[in-house]
């Protein structure tokens, strides 16, 4: 009764088609960086991403940044020109994957659904389209599942269900901790997809690339120094005697 309560509400409605569509653009630009072996350029994606959300939790949400946060970003923006120098051409997959899913947290920083209905209400934004996309496929013979062997039709099923887990935990530690938080949280998936690049797929990782990361990951080490930092500095709540 709630979630038909949620989708008849026009603005919710409309929430839900942007950050589906979004999530949608982050999935297809992620999973072909993948297939064309360029993992570690969509690990740059997110690791870009912690340092957009700081930057949207404070042009959009009004959250203080700090001196060494700033400096972060800076950092971490003098990393990306130095990788788009070197690649001679932006890296647009890493900026696609940062930019699209950025953009979903603060939406759904924003919303004031439900982790679980508001991903319900994207899906069924994106179902119609991705329905299309599955027919049109298979009508031009380019189909995958249900025209091969049924272990693929089930690992690719399988997939959805492992991606749609992580997306509850994020939207709902999107409404209830600071976006600057949320993106101090992010560099765990960034680090693993890096290393499975470079060490397990054996992509080539040399020159102005190998400056850029390094640039990267030291304004995400003073970023995480310093957040680290301030909560400690933080004066803890008084509990009060039983």
Partial sequence: KRLMAEAHNPRIRRNALLSGSLL???????????????????????????????????LVLGEHMRRLQWIAVGLATV?????TIDLGTLP??????????????????????????????EMAAMAPLALMAVLLRGLLGEGVVGFHDPGRDALLLGAGVITAAPLLLFASAAR?????????????????????????????????????FIVIWAALAVFATEGLAFSRRRPRPVTPPV
């Fill in 176 to 212: 209830t901790i600071a976006l600057s938080t949320l993106g101090l949280l992010q560099y765990i998936a960034p680090t693993i997809q890096f290393l499975l690049g470079v060490v397990v797929f054996g992509e080539d990782w040399s020159g102005g690339q190998v400056l850029g």
């Fill in 24 to 58: 949608a653009v982050n999935w297809l630009v992620y999973v072909w960086a993948v297939s064309a072996d360029q993992v570690v350029e969509s690990s740059l994606g997110y690791f870009i991403n912690p340092l957009l959300s700081v930057v949207l939790g404070v």
């Fill in 92 to 121: 647009w997959v890493a900026l696609a994957l940062a930019c699209t899913f950025g953009f979903y947290g603060l939406i759904r920083k924003q919303s004031k659904v439900g982790s679980l209905d508001g991903l319900s209400l």
């Fill in 79 to 83: 990393g990306v020109i130095i990788l």
